[in-house]
């Protein structure tokens, strides 16, 4: 048996990760069967062997809870299930399958379609949404949704599901190839440097044309090419334009201001 090969030490590990399981798991050594009664009385109903002696003798813990409303689990299956619970965003995005196309209500030229990533996505979310400057993300209901500079909708669950819409057709395959490779450099980003700080999620949430104009010198000179910073401040809320456009705001006098609009407009794959 293959746990039976595991040093008893290495299956302690896990102990505090099943205890924060909801279905009440106990996870035993030798040294917990006389508190067998005890536990029941507070709760436990499930209990998973991990030490080697209760796996070679079941009867050891079999003739214990007699008269208990408690039941053994098989450790290695429970592993596997947590290991995959833990493994939720943690795992390299490689294949989009499309489920169904169907035409574009809003133009019957392009197609809309439902696809499905191979992985978890949840944690790549947050990643993307400091990317993408055309982009929400609603965090209660675990979706991105954005516009691409083709004007294409997404939506990316963190289930992996992918709605689409106002897309070519002859476009969908290479859509697709665009797509994953945006969620593989999310991946990659978030292995580097972990999940982006809740700080900066806060005031990309409140991040609006009239905060990007404040934080501009306001000088309405022209050098961009808009007539007034206002106007410059919109388009760049929506990545219609670079902020180096804006030449004045590389003086030193501006630099907190460049550097905290730098941080938010600027993509971060």
Same mark, same amino acid.
């Given at each position: 048996?293959?746990?039976?090969?595991?040093?008893?030490?290495?299956?302690?590990?896990?102990?505090?990760?099943?205890?924060?399981?909801?279905?009440?798991?106990?996870?035993?050594?030798?040294?917990?069967?006389?508190?067998?009664?005890?536990?029941?009385?507070?709760?436990?109903?499930? +209990?998973?062997?991990?030490? /080697?002696?209760?796996?070679?003798?079941? @009867? *050891?813990?079999?003739?214990?809870? =007699?008269? $208990?409303?408690?039941?053994?689990?098989?450790?290695?299956?429970?592993?596997?299930?947590?290991?995959?619970?833990?493994?939720?965003?943690?795992?390299?995005?490689?294949?989009?399958?499309?489920?169904?196309?169907?035409?574009?209500?809003?133009?019957?030229?392009?197609?809309?379609?439902?696809?499905?990533?191979?992985?978890?996505?949840?944690?790549?979310?947050?990643?993307?949404?400091?990317?993408?400057?055309?982009?929400?993300?609603?965090?209660?209901?675990?979706?991105?949704?954005?516009?691409?500079?083709?004007?294409?909708?997404?939506?990316?669950?963190?289930?992996?599901?992918?709605?689409?819409?106002?897309?070519?057709?002859?476009?969908?395959?290479?859509?697709?190839?665009? +797509?994953?490779?945006?969620? /593989?450099?999310?991946?990659?980003?978030? @292995? *580097?440097?972990?999940?982006?700080? =809740?700080? $900066?999620?806060?005031?990309?949430?409140?991040?609006?044309?009239?905060?990007?104009?404040?934080?501009?010198?306001?000088?309405?000179?022209?050098?961009?090419?808009?007539?007034?910073?206002?106007?410059?401040?919109?388009?760049?809320?929506?990545?219609?334009?670079?902020?180096?456009?804006?030449?004045?705001?590389?003086?030193?006098?501006?630099?907190?201001?460049?550097?905290?609009?730098?941080?938010?407009?600027?993509?971060?794959?």
């Amino acid at each position: 048996m293959f746990l039976l090969r595991l040093e008893e030490e290495t299956l302690r590990t896990y102990k505090a990760l099943y205890e924060f399981t909801p279905n009440q798991l106990a996870v035993l050594t030798l040294d917990d069967l006389d508190e067998l009664p005890d536990l029941c009385g507070q709760g436990y109903r499930i +209990l998973v062997p991990c030490a /080697v002696e209760l796996l070679e003798n079941p @009867s *050891l813990l079999s003739g214990r809870i =007699e008269g $208990l409303n408690m039941t053994v689990e098989d450790p290695l299956s429970l592993l596997i299930e947590e290991a995959a619970l833990l493994c939720r965003g943690k795992v390299k995005p490689s294949t989009i399958e499309v489920k169904k196309v169907l035409p574009c209500v809003a133009d019957p030229s392009k197609v809309r379609f439902i696809a499905q990533v191979d992985v978890n996505v949840e944690s790549l979310l947050p990643v993307l949404y400091l990317h993408l400057k055309r982009s929400n993300y609603i965090e209660a209901l675990d979706v991105l949704t954005f516009t691409t500079d083709r004007e294409e909708l997404v939506s990316i669950y963190g289930s992996g599901k992918i709605c689409a819409g106002k897309v070519k057709p002859e476009r969908v395959e290479g859509f697709l190839s665009d +797509l994953l490779n945006l969620l /593989v450099k999310a991946f990659n980003y978030l @292995s *580097l440097h972990g999940p982006p700080p =809740e700080s $900066l999620l806060e005031v990309r949430r409140k991040l609006n044309p009239n905060m990007v104009y404040q934080h501009l010198p306001k000088l309405n000179c022209g050098k961009c090419g808009e007539k007034t910073c206002l106007a410059f401040a919109v388009k760049l809320f929506l990545g219609e334009c670079e902020l180096e456009n804006c030449t004045p705001l590389g003086e030193e006098k501006y630099r907190e201001n460049r550097e905290f609009l730098q941080k938010l407009l600027k993509p971060i794959l």
